[in-house]
């Protein structure tokens, strides 16, 4: 039975960089330690499907959520460009917040850029996408009470 979402990964250039980031700007907090392996580790590239990985990681912690993060020295990637909201797969996560002006305010002082000048009230929720340091896309939302998608609805099936 599935239980829940466990975490998003981001692939990242600069690891300590965008911790950081992630630190300062969502207040997540590294768990455990924090990991890397070379060339050659073959359960790791059948896990990742890929052949011939390294890369150093950390998992990040806040409220419901983890991230984690990946610095891949090898293989080299096909595009360094980041992807849009457009593209296919995976392009963004959402942070929940609940002051969402305050917020767009402060997470513009830590690095984050948006393509819109201030969050933009939808009825049901006030939210804006940007991207970190990095060009990732992250959208912020504040949900209004009772919109049925809060994240006190809910409800752990643990």
């Not at 300062?24 to 590239?45: I, T």
């Not at 595009?79 to 849009?84: A, D, G």
Request: glycine content about 10%; some cysteine.
């Amino acid at each position: 039975m599935i239980r829940g979402i466990h975490h998003v990964s981001v692939h990242v250039r600069d690891l300590d960089r965008m911790a950081k980031f992630y630190r300062e700007a969502f207040g997540f907090e590294e768990v455990g330690e924090r990991f890397s392996w070379d060339v050659g580790q073959e359960k790791l590239d059948q896990i990742l499907d890929v052949p011939g990985t390294a890369a150093r990681g950390v998992m990040l912690r806040a409220g419901t959520c983890y991230i984690e993060m990946f610095e891949f020295s090898a293989p080299a990637p096909e595009s360094t460009r980041p992807l849009r909201p457009y593209d296919k797969g995976y392009t963004h996560f959402c942070v929940d917040v609940t002051d969402i002006e305050q917020e767009y305010v402060r997470l513009k002082g830590l690095g984050m850029t948006f393509g819109h000048p201030e969050p933009i009230d939808m009825g049901h929720v006030k939210t804006v996408y940007g991207r970190d340091p990095e060009g990732n896309v992250i959208e912020v939302q504040q949900c209004m009470p009772d919109n049925g998608m809060t994240l006190e609805d809910l409800k752990a099936v643990i």
